[in-house]
Structures are given as structure tokens and as C-alpha cells.
């Protein structure tokens, strides 16, 4: 018997979640409404942070929350080749321009030894990415952002969970934004949220994520009237429905148990793959964090495995086993090499992983033979069986 494809990621989706999405069907408001309340405020307890504002995706956060430092042309906005490409095209759609700081290549966040050197004059933000789930070290980032004057916008879509020397990523610091998409660590099928301890930003991306409609404006200037509403900035539409919400409701009470299981199918990983030469596993830092394990990344050592990364993953398709690329080096896309001069060799830690990276199957649902199906098709692939 051929064994089913084991994809690298899948949503536990459970009978929760289907109800509370067939209740909400069957209510009447299936657009922004109480559900997306009730999750606000679930979110903002977990996350021990006063504004959780959901929205449709961690794209619009990102977008929003850049779009609010009001960017002039030229300011500048620090952040890591490694990452989904959303991180930078949310920079250059809020008018920033994209400034790098290369990775390390063991725990592949940001090398904060190398990011005073990229801060200048233009530097508005700084934008960490919690690669994989694993922090990025933020006292060190924080003491330069303030001794600048530079605010921070934690890319957290990996994130939810994460951990900090004992504080959960959102409970501290600037602002933050996660993302509800099916592989990650919980979803809302499409979805993301901005924490933030900044009122007055909290307020602003509030306006802007529903049209820059102010209810509140319109009773101020003393109109009363429910159908009415003063528009104060031309906003966009990226609020999140109540159906997207009634599944986050039920997600968010499992995320712990989610993340626990990432956690032991995870450091299984760690284990049992240690002894393969082919291949180069993460590194953990040495301060107290949690990771959220929302990917599993090792990087292939071509010259001992006598085959590209992509030549791996066509060989574990072909073994019946999905994985996952987790990136490439953004800066080397076309439009960011042709509008902003970007070229191969700028960021050479980042630009290796970015070509020998490769994301291993782990979802809270995987079994532990789904984990012995894994590291034999490995050990197939380098024929070391
Ligand atoms: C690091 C990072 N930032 C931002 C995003 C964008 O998230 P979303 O798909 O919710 O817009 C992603 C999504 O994969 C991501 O991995």
C-alpha cells in the first residue's frame, strides 16, 4: 500500500470551530460584527495587550501600521532579506524604502550585532521577523530603536505563543503583527491582528481599516443617528468577518496544546536528524525564550548531499512527502533588484539559506510515524538506507 502525501502543513480544524461557524451563518451577521469582538478581546487577554485589532490579513497590519508612521519619500525602514515577501512590499506600498540587515545563518533572525550599522538619519522603523517562531532578540533591538528614536513593528506572523525571556511576544514592546493563515500556528482561514500599547496608533489603524470611517467624529460634532458617520481619512477595506472570527474564537483556546505538539514533533526532528551530514539544523539562542515552532527549517549541505535544495524537495515529492521553501532572499526578486539596486551578493548569509532552505512537514496533527515517514524519506533521498 502507497502511503498518502504527507503535505508540510495542514489546519486542525474541529467540531468547535465548524459549529461556531455554522452559528454565525445561521445569526444573520456574518461580516464584522460580535464575533470579531468576542475575538478581539480573547486576543487581547492572551496577548496581554490593550488594543488587539483584528483584521483580514498580516499583509494589511504590516501595511496598516507602516501607512501610519506617514513615511516621507526616502525615509527607511530596517528588516531581514529572510522573510515573506509581504514584509517588504508592505514598506514600499506605505512609501518607505526597504534597508537590509543580514541573518544568522543558525537561528535565521536578523543579526542584531549587524543592525547599528544599517541605522541612519532616514531610519523611521525597524521591522524584526520571529523567523519560524523563534524571537528575535529584542532588548538588545529595543535599547537601539529607542536610543534612536525609531519605532518598532514586530513582523510576528510566525509568532502567536512566542515567547521572550518569559514574555509573550505582544505583551511588550512597540507594535506587533500576526497572521491567521491555514499553515500558520492558528488560523481564521485568511486573518491577521495588530497589538500595540500606542493608543493613538491603535486609533488610527482602527480609522483605516474600515474606510477611515468615524463614528464617533460624527456624534462629536453633534449629529446623532445610527446610519451616520463622518470619513476623517481615505481608508481601506481590510476589516476581519465574524465568520473568519468564529474560527479563531475556538483556535486560540487550542493554540498552547498546538504549540506543545509543534514542540515534541519538533524536537524530534532535532534529535533524529542531528546525525545526517547532508543536512544542517537550527540553532536556538542561548536566552529564555518559547519558540512556536511554526516551521521546522533545515538547510541542505549540497556538497555533501550531491543535490540542490530543489532537487531535494523533488526527490521527497517523489517519496510521497510535501515540504515547504521559507524564503527566498526577498532583495533578490526582480522589481526589488530593478527599483532599488539590489544585487546578489548583498546579503550573502541570507542569500545561501535563502538557496538551501527547505521546510520539513509539522503540524499539530502530525503523528509520530508521519515523523518516522519523514526522516526515512530523508535518509531514502541520501540513500542512507
Ligand atoms: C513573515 C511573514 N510576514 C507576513 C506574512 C503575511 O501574512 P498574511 O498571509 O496573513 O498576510 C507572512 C505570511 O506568510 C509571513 O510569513
Redesign the pocket.
Known sequence: MVDEFLPFSRPWIDKEEIDEVINCLESGWITTGPRVKQFEQALSEYLDSPHALTL???????HLALEALDLAPGDEVITTPL?????IN?IVLAGGRPVFVDIDAGTRNMDIERLAAAIGPRTRAIIP???AGLPVDLDPLYALAQKNDIRVIE?A??AIGTEYKGRRIGAFGDTQ?????P??NMTTA???CVTTRDDQLARRISLLRFHGIDREAWNRFGKSGSQQYAVIAPGYKYNMMDIQAALGIHQLERLDAFIDRRRDLAQRYQAELGEIAELALPTLPAYAHRHAW?LYCVLINVDEAGMTRDEFIEAMKSQNVGTGL??QAVHLHPYYQENFGFSSGDFPIAEDVGERIVSLPLFPRMQDHDVDRTINAIKNVFRRT
Open positions: 483580514s490579513s498580516a499583509t494589511a497590519g504590516l522573510t515573506f515577501v509581504a514584509t508592505t521577523v520571529h523567523f513582523d506572523a510566525h503583527v500576526f497572521s491567521f493563515h499553515n500558520k485568511e486573518g491577521g511554526h521559507h524564503y
